[in-house]
């Protein structure tokens, strides 16, 4: 179950979904909107919140609005800070998540991540620096799948563990 979104929140999808409205007359109106929604977000606290799409969207925005180089500084901010987190995504540390699990939602935001760089890269016609990038979504999202299948050892195993106290308990009481 989920909770209604706050009007802030309303407010940040507002502007995302303004931004999408006006990519098609003004790419520099709409990649306006995605930093007013990324100002607002950084504000309170909530840009670690975000889908992780979300993110992606202003690089995106900036290479196809013509503008490659902020393009690329904004890719390259999004992975330099992916790559350094050791908690859950953008640095919140969530401790009910396992180590496995953490390391498995940063390498799919990474391999999420190289890969739309890898899509700009191409649209700008760079075919070596995208295939460069590529390589790297594949890598990271390798690494994705090994800490999810250790993520998943690691419940079924708590799982395990919670099934046979819970036998236990209702042993004890007979």
Known sequence: ????????????????????????????????SLLAARALARAHGLERYAPFKEHLRLPLFLQSAGRWTESEREFKAIIAELTYVTGHRFGSIDTSQSYAFSQSDRHACLSSAYEKYALAAKRERLPELAAWLRSFAVSHDAQHRHFLEASLREFEAADRERKARVAARRASRT
Do not use: F, N, V, Y
Request: hydrophobic residues 40%; charged residues 30%.
């Open 1 to 32: 179950m989920t909770s209604e979104p706050s009007p802030l929140e309303k407010e940040i999808a507002r502007l995302h979904a303004e931004a999408t409205r006006l990519k098609q007359s003004s790419w520099d109106a709409a990649i306006e």
